[in-house]
């Protein structure tokens, strides 16, 4: 069933590398940010959610994050 969407940031760190997989595990769909996409190619859950690149020191960025 679908949970809904959850924007993880920090998904090229420890954390929200190990928090992607789990949600998408429980149902959730899943946007990750990161400031490069291909920082995400090897990650084998990459090609299960939405990617948005942004640089969120940058306020503007926070608008590419909404669906």
Same mark, same amino acid.
């Given at each position: 069933? @679908?949970?809904? &969407?959850? #924007?993880?940031?920090? #998904?090229?760190?420890y954390v929200g590398g190990r928090l992607?997989?789990?949600?998408?595990?429980?149902?959730? *769909?899943? %946007?990750?940010? &990161? %400031?490069?996409?291909?920082?995400? @190619?090897? %990650?084998?859950? *990459?090609? *299960? #959610?939405?990617?948005?690149?942004?640089?969120?020191?940058?306020?503007?960025?926070?608008?590419?994050? %909404?669906?």
């Amino acid at each position: 069933s @679908d949970m809904g &969407t959850v #924007v993880v940031t920090g #998904v090229t760190g420890y954390v929200g590398g190990r928090l992607v997989p789990e949600l998408l595990e429980a149902g959730y *769909r899943v %946007r990750c940010t &990161t %400031r490069s996409s291909a920082a995400l @190619d090897d %990650r084998p859950w *990459r090609d *299960r #959610v939405e990617v948005v690149e942004a640089d969120l020191s940058v306020a503007w960025s926070f608008n590419l994050m %909404r669906p």
